[in-house]
């Protein structure tokens, strides 16, 4: 059996057509009608004339049909494209351009963008609208539920683990830019953890997927996920879905739009979700503390269902880790410190094996590099550039220079780096300093803004924290922050406002790295997927100095 997640998910459907697929809100798909309809898509999608390569766009909320125009598109060799539902006209256009897209799949309350840009979009042949408001259809598009009842299931095919798939960064730093992976090396890297979630050894040969499928079944040990955060972002779908779709689990969606914290528990408690998948502080945060609320109004949830917390895109603190497990004291906390362009390791914690935040185990191979491709010696202190080796995406697509300047072979390795520096601790472990390209020279010293952020978020007033370097005159850049208060605090119950809070990191850190200014924010700008948005909080500091 090739090693495509296509060829997997069809050998489970078809030894587990009766069990649940997906969960949202009342929708309850079977694995049969994934497959069938995901199928019936990527008939469509033959007969718009679509080759093996073409892109096909999904512009989609989290739903059954963001999952199943992704198995659609692989089913034809198709590459799926993730497109930011956050997205207005000009950064629609660009991604559907920049993509080449053939096709897009777009939710009808995204309608009006769409409609904005139709005309504009040269390569786009078949627009897909799926109904999620009642608006009317966007002119030229057919609608997603007529598209399934009028087309026959395309046929299986062979398929090559070297096929494609494509994930846009966030352009944090630059507009997106593609990122290419190769399915076969994704495939191995969840048939080999997915299963010891489980107890179960890693499985090797792709064909002996579907009887671990029926055996979990059999045996009520069914995988059953929860990603909380997007699945148009790589945390939400590979990390929070892969795993358990891959074995014939249940994905479990969240009906809202946002993250609700109710909502998440109940899911926990109601579906029996063995994984819950977030985004580091942004997401732990508001569900400890519903935990505390539900804790300290007598309400008992019964979580035991629950065996690990996965978490990736944003610094996780060892504080917030250690508040839920207190709640969840069975349960073990994976964070992986990653980007779309390699995993460099992983902090494991729970409530008897705490973690020291931005701590962590680096991958088999990953390196830190100092200038000069020279490695960093373990318990130098040195910083460097940490490079990952391995299953590491292919490069930018459409972006020759920047892929030559992240892949790049040392010793004969070729290693990923994707931005992200590190020292190396005496032990062999790794403490993350930070975004390289958010690093702020001030006066010729370094200040990684995470290290800082962290800093502040311990301050008990404040719940979330964004640090940013400022042009300035004397030293070339100045570190500032925006922060937002606690629930129940006001910043003018705050004696001496946020010049109070400053003062009080300076037993913490040195006083280089402290914000020279402090705005305090009703709420600190990030992405849907919890991701720092930058740009927002600079804007949002300087209308307010």
């Given at each position: 059996?090739?090693?495509?997640?296509?060829?997997?998910?069809?050998?489970?459907?078809?030894?587990?057509?009766?069990?649940?697929?997906?969960?949202?809100?009342?929708?309850?798909?079977?694995?049969?009608?994934?497959?069938?309809?995901?199928?019936?898509?990527?008939?469509?999608?033959?007969?718009?004339?679509?080759?093996?390569?073409?892109?096909?766009?999904?512009?989609?909320?989290?739903s059954s049909e963001y999952l199943e125009t992704y198995?659609?598109?692989?089913?034809?060799?198709?590459?799926?494209?993730?497109?930011?539902?956050?997205?207005?006209?000009?950064?629609?256009?660009?991604?559907?351009?920049?993509?080449?897209?053939?096709?897009?799949?777009?939710?009808?309350?995204?309608?009006?963008?769409?409609?904005?840009?139709?005309?504009?979009?040269?390569?786009?042949?078949?627009?897909?609208?799926?109904?999620?408001?009642?608006?009317?259809?966007?002119?030229?598009?057919?609608?997603?539920?007529?598209?399934?009842?009028?087309?026959?299931?395309?046929?299986?095919?062979?398929?090559?683990?070297?096929?494609?798939?494509?994930?846009?960064?966030?352009?944090?730093?630059?507009?997106?830019?593609?990122?290419?992976?190769?399915?076969?090396?994704?495939?191995?890297?969840?048939?080999?953890?997915?299963?010891?979630?489980?107890?179960?050894?890693?499985?090797?040969?792709?064909?002996?997927?579907?009887?671990?499928?029926?055996?979990?079944?059999?045996?009520?040990?069914?995988?059953?996920?929860?990603?909380?955060?997007?699945?148009?972002?790589?945390?939400?779908?590979?990390?929070?879905?892969?795993?358990?779709?891959?074995?014939?689990?249940?994905?479990?969606?969240?009906?809202?739009?946002?993250?609700?914290?109710?909502?998440?528990?109940?899911?926990?408690?109601?579906?029996?979700?063995?994984?819950?998948?977030?985004?580091?502080?942004?997401?732990?945060?508001?569900?400890?503390?519903?935990?505390?609320?539900?804790?300290?109004?007598?309400?008992?949830?019964?979580?035991?269902?629950?065996?690990?917390?996965?978490?990736?895109?944003?610094?996780?603190?060892t504080e917030v880790k250690a508040g839920l497990c207190?709640?969840?004291?069975?349960?073990?906390?994976?964070?992986?410190?990653?980007?779309?362009?390699?995993?460099?390791?992983?902090?494991?914690?729970?409530?008897?094996?705490?973690?020291?935040?931005?701590?962590?185990?680096?991958?088999?191979?990953?390196?830190?590099?100092?200038?000069?491709?020279?490695?960093?010696?373990?318990?130098?202190?040195?910083?460097?550039?940490?490079?990952?080796?391995?299953?590491?995406?292919?490069?930018?697509?459409?972006?020759?220079?920047?892929?030559?300047?992240?892949?790049?072979?040392?010793?004969?390795?070729?290693?990923?780096?994707?931005?992200?520096?590190?020292?190396?601790?005496?032990?062999?472990?790794?403490?993350?300093?930070?975004?390289?390209?958010?690093?702020?020279?001030?006066?010729?010293?370094?200040?990684?803004?995470?290290?800082?952020?962290?800093?502040?978020?311990?301050?008990?007033?404040?719940e979330d924290s964004l640090v940013f370097g400022v042009?300035?005159?004397?030293?070339?850049?100045?570190?500032?922050?925006?922060?937002?208060?606690?629930?129940?605090?006001?910043?003018?119950?705050?004696?001496?406002?946020?010049?109070?809070?400053?003062?009080?990191?300076?037993?913490?850190?040195?006083?280089?790295?402290?914000?020279?200014?402090?705005?305090?924010?009703?709420?600190?700008?990030?992405?849907?997927?919890?991701?720092?948005?930058?740009?927002?909080?600079?804007?949002?500091?300087?209308?307010?100095?």
């Amino acid at each position: 059996m090739e090693r495509h997640f296509a060829t997997v998910w069809e050998s489970v459907a078809d030894v587990v057509p009766d069990e649940v697929a997906v969960v949202q809100g009342e929708l309850r798909r079977t694995w049969r009608d994934l497959e069938d309809r995901a199928a019936r898509l990527a008939g469509a999608f033959v007969a718009a004339g679509l080759a093996p390569g073409a892109k096909v766009a999904e512009y989609l909320y989290n739903s059954s049909e963001y999952l199943e125009t992704y198995f659609a598109a692989l089913k034809v060799r198709a590459v799926p494209v993730n497109v930011n539902y956050r997205y207005l006209d000009d950064e629609l256009l660009y991604l559907l351009e920049d993509s080449e897209a053939e096709v897009l799949v777009f939710h009808a309350s995204l309608a009006d963008r769409v409609a904005r840009v139709r005309e504009r979009a040269s390569r786009v042949r078949l627009w897909v609208q799926v109904d999620d408001d009642g608006s009317p259809l966007v002119d030229g598009a057919v609608a997603y539920d007529d598209v399934l009842v009028g087309h026959e299931p395309a046929l299986r095919i062979e398929r090559s683990p070297d096929d494609i798939t494509m994930t846009y960064t966030g352009g944090t730093t630059g507009m997106p830019k593609g990122v290419m992976s190769r399915i076969g090396p994704g495939v191995d890297a969840i048939l080999s953890s997915a299963p010891p979630i489980v107890g179960e050894a890693p499985v090797t040969d792709p064909a002996d997927v579907a009887a671990f499928a029926r055996r979990f079944a059999d045996s009520d040990r069914r995988l059953v996920g929860l990603p909380a955060c997007p699945l148009m972002h790589a945390t939400g779908l590979s990390i929070g879905t892969f795993p358990s779709l891959t074995f014939g689990g249940t994905i479990v969606l969240l009906a809202g739009r946002g993250l609700d914290v109710d909502e998440v528990w109940d899911l926990v408690e109601r579906e029996r979700v063995l994984s819950l998948t977030i985004v580091g502080d942004p997401f732990a945060r508001p569900l400890r503390r519903g935990l505390d609320e539900a804790a300290a109004a007598g309400r008992e949830r019964d979580l035991s269902s629950l065996l690990i917390i996965l978490s990736s895109g944003a610094m996780f603190s060892t504080e917030v880790k250690a508040g839920l497990c207190e709640h969840l004291p069975t349960v073990l906390v994976l964070d992986f410190i990653a980007a779309t362009e390699g995993t460099m390791g992983t902090a494991l914690s729970s409530k008897d094996v705490p973690a020291v935040t931005g701590r962590f185990s680096p991958g088999v191979g990953v390196k830190v590099f100092a200038d000069g491709d020279r490695e960093v010696a373990a318990g130098s202190g040195e910083g460097g550039m940490v490079g990952v080796p391995g299953a590491i995406p292919v490069g930018y697509f459409h972006d020759a220079a920047k892929t030559d300047k992240t892949f790049r072979d040392i010793d004969g390795v070729r290693y990923s780096f994707p931005g992200d520096w590190a020292t190396v601790e005496a032990d062999g472990s790794l403490t993350l300093l930070g975004r390289g390209s958010q690093c702020i020279n001030t006066g010729g010293e370094k200040v990684f803004p995470e290290e800082v952020e962290e800093a502040l978020k311990r301050h008990p007033a404040v719940e979330d924290s964004l640090v940013f370097g400022v042009d300035d005159e004397r030293f070339g850049q100045r570190v500032v922050a925006v922060a937002s208060m606690a629930p129940g605090i006001h910043p003018s119950a705050l004696d001496g406002g946020g010049a109070a809070i400053i003062d009080s990191l300076r037993d913490h850190l040195s006083s280089y790295k402290l914000p020279r200014d402090l705005v305090l924010v009703d709420e600190v700008p990030r992405a849907p997927n919890g991701k720092a948005d930058y740009p927002r909080a600079r804007r949002l500091f300087a209308d307010r100095t």
